[in-house]
């Protein structure tokens, strides 16, 4: 091979290795500017919760969403409890009328395991707003590193069919946030976001959003109280 050939090869390779390495480069960037893009508006999410309520050491938050005319709403304290007590106030779905905003029966349909299982609930507020019912799919979800736990519940409305005397929620999502601070105190938080149908406007739902999760925690609270869960141990559930 002629040394000229040679030094055109060295030459086309160079090109090549230099073009690799601005593509590297160029996906770098790319990345880079993802991540800041995330922290960004993880930031923003943080700084949108605009505080409403801060009474009985017990806060509420609002959020206005982006891409909808609903809020959602925060609602936070620390309670003297345990994670296991905590679990089976929430799962005991028979007993939510004593605590539970509004709820005037409700019931887990159907159980996949501890930690997945189909609820509905009825609800019965007060006039005008007529009868309302929901079906959502729970998922119960424990950190193996802090057991913290996350309970979410997403409404899936055509599971089961409609009723007369009621108009069924169509959208709803709510989250629990169990982080333990020690085995018996408790950070809690519920955030909640929901169109509970008819013909309510959105921003009267909006106006009176934050009750229902402060009631529910305060509920939450006294039923704590009763200590009808006070030695309630589960098995599936890990504690510091």
């Not at 160029?26 to 923003?44: A, K």
């Not at 089976?88 to 159907?110: F, L, M, P, Q, T």
Request: overall charge negative.
């Amino acid at each position: 091979m002629h040394w000229l050939d040679h030094q055109a090869i060295i030459l086309y390779l160079s090109d090549i290795e230099n073009h690799i390495t601005a593509m590297r480069f160029s996906y770098l960037v790319v990345l880079i500017e993802i991540l800041f893009l995330n922290i960004v508006l993880i930031g923003q999410e943080k700084t949108n919760w605009k505080q409403v309520k801060d009474s009985d050491n017990i806060k509420a938050y609002v959020q206005k969403l982006p891409s909808s005319q609903l809020k959602k709403v925060k609602v936070e304290t620390i309670l003297d409890a345990t994670l296991p007590e905590l679990v089976s106030i929430i799962k005991d779905a028979e007993n939510h009328n004593k605590w539970v905003y509004y709820i005037e029966r409700a019931e887990i349909i159907e159980k996949t395991d501890d930690f997945h299982w189909k609820y509905y609930g009825f609800s019965n507020p007060p006039w005008p707003v007529s009868n309302r019912d929901f079906i959502t799919e729970v998922t119960l979800e424990q950190n193996e590193q802090d057991r913290s736990i996350i309970i979410t519940s997403i409404a899936i409305p055509d599971y089961l069919p409609t009723t007369d005397d009621c108009v069924r929620i169509p959208y709803l999502s709510s989250i629990w946030y169990l982080v333990p601070l020690s085995n018996d105190s408790i950070f809690i938080s519920l955030e909640i976001v929901a169109d509970i149908g008819g013909l309510i406007p959105i921003w009267l739902v909006n106006m009176a959003i934050t009750q229902g999760p402060l009631s529910t925690i305060k509920g939450l609270l006294k039923e704590l109280r009763t200590n009808k869960y006070s030695h309630a141990k589960l098995d599936y559930i890990d504690e510091l």
